[in-house]
């Protein structure tokens, strides 16, 4: 399974971007996938998750400015950024928990990091 992220890059205060993840591989079935982030010198923290069901959760510091969403045919995730803040700088990672077979339990995989930077 890998999960393959793209859509970082350099942004102006205010501005936005998008940020995809796409899963490819053998999945049976996914959890769950989220966005998470780790920005200098601290640790990685939870951006956003969605279910398959479609419920997300967002940490507090994006909502009302991120919002995420997946399109299940394509096991792809995204990350719409919008308002963005200086803060907001750092290596953002996807993750999903999901089962590559039903007979195993599901596991957490992860995508390498994409880097936003937010900065005039």
């Known amino acids: 399974v890998q999960l393959q992220a793209s859509g970082g890059g350099l942004v102006q205060p205010g501005g936005s971007l998008r940020l995809s993840c796409a899963a490819s591989?053998?999945?049976?079935?996914?959890?769950?996938m989220g966005w998470y982030r780790q920005g200098p010198g601290e640790q990685r923290e939870l951006v956003a998750r969605?279910?398959?069901?479609?419920?997300?959760i967002y940490a507090d510091s994006v909502k009302g400015r991120f919002t995420i969403s997946r399109d299940s045919a394509k096991n792809t995730m995204y990350l719409e950024m919008n308002s963005l803040k200086p803060e907001d700088t750092a290596v953002y990672y996807c993750g999903a928990n999901l089962f590559t077979m039903a007979t195993a339990p599901s596991r957490p995989y992860w995508g390498q990091g994409t880097l936003v930077t937010v900065s005039s």
């Open positions: 591989g053998s999945i049976f079935r996914i959890n769950y």
């Open positions: 969605i279910v398959t069901g479609g419920s997300t």
